[in-house]
């Protein structure tokens, strides 16, 4: 008896899933001074899913579609841990610091796209990045809004999907 829970918790870096039942507790453990004890059943999540992570796979996803720039710019970006790999990426993905700061500050452009109660994104970003020498470069790159709506649904399905998988199972 008692009532199961589930917990999503959708944090920075990762989303944990947490399984359990609340109960009233027995006589021994009300004796021990627990009227209520919440039992844990099973945890497990996303390693890969979390605001951080998601804001990495944007920058990733506007990197790729702005080869063109990066290619006459020289400019690199890093790859998110579990980001896809694609022809020629060694060209253009290093994890330089250089390249880190370009992540940083495509991330910090495309916060707010995330954040935002609106999720607008100018088609346009005009921005200062590093090229492979670390000399300062303006680029300007273009963003499309619908492309990264679909990526971050996507990615946050398969978390959904996952959880709900998780406590089909228990």
Known sequence: DGIFYAVFDFGGGTTDFDFGLWRWGNDQEADEGYDQVSEHLHSSGDNYLGGENLLEHL????????LGVCREQKIHFT???????????????????????????LAAKLRGFMES??????????IDLLDKD???????????????????????????????SELASI
């Open 134 to 164: 670390g000399s300062k470069r303006a680029c300007e790159l273009s963003l499309d809004q619908m492309a990264l709506d679909v990526l971050l649904f996507s990615r946050m399905e398969s978390g959904v999907r996952a959880f709900l």
């Open 117 to 126: 109660a609106d999720g607008r994104l100018d088609a346009q970003l005009k």
């Open 59 to 66: 920058v990733y996803a506007c990197f790729r579609q702005n």
């Open 79 to 105: 790859r998110p841990l579990d980001g896809e790999r694609f022809t020629g990426d060694e060209a253009f993905v290093h994890s330089t610091q250089a390249a880190q700061t370009n992540t940083v500050l």
